[in-house]
């Protein structure tokens, strides 16, 4: 059977698929590995692929602010190493760049992964294919993780089946597909794909330590998240934001505020622009969190516990996740620096207030020492220092 799917699969009238110039004398050096040469021959005469208008075959390209192959591999082989965990310790799979590991090649829209495994021989053309179903594999109740005895070629050619070739793989396969391929949509300008290059790492031995393990307060902050030269407040002034709300802010949250301003920690948690004027301002934000939390108090009280703010003790937020956590106060006591923190989680029971204030909660969460429901934590094999990025909102962003 010929390894080029261009002999069972006929290509899209209107975005037909287009090669993307690959080196991969860089490529397998930056992945320590050789990789199959019929994946090597379709990259060459398709470029970034959408198979069967459901599998996505990714390519060594690049597409300005969609799409990096090195990120792309980087982030699915987390993903998956955080996954593996849910199985026995004795049966998870080692992930790339382990010994061995599943190499991600690929993906679907149903939010499946395709994995080679690299463990199977030394000689990568013999690889075989490894997919991580989500949720599970459909209508079997088997684990998410499958391995079959079949190329990517193979595997591709069997998707687009009208009966089973015996002998027949073992387990379900994607599919059947439509006997089509195209261009990746969203990589319609895709280029050609750099590896990074090596780079001195950010922090000393010393700096580490004070970053992640000895340091305190903003100092260490400073080292872990460099703040941004010009940090992003708005056009008002903190007296006017205060007598809009009729409240002072806690000092600890306004320090940090001038520090780093508004942003993106970790590609994660939002805060608020506190002293933008107009539409957005921070009352807005406040305003339509709370009666948010309003609406849902009155149809389920028994999950949503707190009093929303403007009311006494009520809880009032300055930050979200991506994923609709809300971070805030309990406006209780007889000052703002009184206030404990608290976490309105979305996909958990409410917890109690935090027992850290502002800037030591947001260190050592940085640091992969503190989770609660609503503040997800990194996984045990990440990299503070890599993970961690402060990233400034500027004027135009929504928060």
């Known amino acids: 059977m010929s390894s080029d799917v261009a002999v069972f699969a006929e290509s899209h009238p209107e975005r037909p698929p287009a090669p993307v110039p690959v080196d991969w004398t860089a490529v397998e050096r930056w992945l320590g590995l050789r990789l199959p040469g019929e994946y090597k021959r379709l990259?060459?005469?398709?470029?970034?692929?959408?198979?069967?208008?459901?599998?996505?075959?990714?390519v060594p390209c690049v597409q300005e602010d969609s799409f990096d192959y090195g990120r792309w591999l980087e982030d699915t082989h987390r993903e998956a190493r955080i996954a593996a965990r849910q199985l026995p310790e004795d049966q998870r799979p080692?992930?790339?760049?382990a010994p061995g590991g599943l190499l991600a090649w690929g993906c679907t829209r149903g939010s499946d992964v395709l994995f080679w495994d690299t463990s199977?021989?030394?000689d990568p053309d013999e690889w075989t294919v490894v997919v991580r179903h989500s949720p599970g594999i459909p209508g079997n109740g088997l684990e998410p993780w499958h391995h079959y005895d079949l190329t990517l070629g193979a595997y591709l050619r069997h998707t687009?089946?009208?009966?089973?070739e015996l002998p027949s793989p073992p387990g379900p396969l994607i599919g059947p597909l439509s006997n089509t391929i195209a261009r990746t949509a969203f990589l319609p300008k895709a280029e050609a794909w750099a590896p990074p290059e090596p780079s001195a790492p950010r922090l000393t031995d010393g700096e580490r330590r004070?970053?992640?393990?000895?340091?305190?307060?903003?100092?260490?902050?400073?080292?872990?998240?460099?703040p941004p030269a010009d940090p992003c407040l708005g056009d008002g002034t903190w007296a006017g934001l205060f007598g809009e709300l009729g409240t002072a802010l806690p000092s600890e949250y306004v320090t940090l505020m001038n520090l780093y301003g508004a942003g993106y920690w970790?590609?994660?948690l939002r805060f608020y622009t506190p002293l933008r004027t107009g539409d957005r301002r921070y009352l807005q934000h406040i305003e339509s969190t709370t009666d948010g939390y309003r609406d849902l108090k009155a149809s389920r009280p028994e999950w949503h516990p707190l009093v929303p703010w403007p009311e006494p003790g009520g809880f009032l937020p300055f930050a979200?996740?991506?994923d609709g956590d809300e971070l805030g106060w309990l406006t209780q006591g007889d000052s703002p620096e009184d206030w404990p923190l608290i976490v309105w989680p979305r996909h958990a029971d409410q917890g109690p207030p935090l027992r850290t204030g502002l800037i030591d909660t947001l260190l050592s969460w940085l640091r992969g020492k503190f989770s609660t429901p609503g503040l997800a934590a990194l996984d045990e094999d990440d990299d503070p220092v890599q993970f961690d990025v402060f990233k400034p909102w500027d004027d135009s962003a929504y928060w």
């Not at 990259?43 to 990714?58: K, M, R, T």
């Not at 687009?160 to 089973?164: A, D, L």
């Not at 305190?216 to 902050?221: E, N, S």
């Open 266 to 268: 970790s590609d994660w």
């Open 320 to 322: 979200n996740s991506i």
């Open 43 to 58: 990259a060459d005469a398709h470029g970034p692929l959408d198979f069967g208008e459901y599998v996505w075959v990714h």
């Open 94 to 97: 080692p992930i790339h760049p």
């Open 120 to 122: 199977v021989s030394e």
């Open 160 to 164: 687009v089946r009208t009966e089973w």
């Open 210 to 226: 004070i970053a992640l393990e000895t340091g305190t307060g903003l100092d260490a902050l400073r080292l872990l998240c460099p």
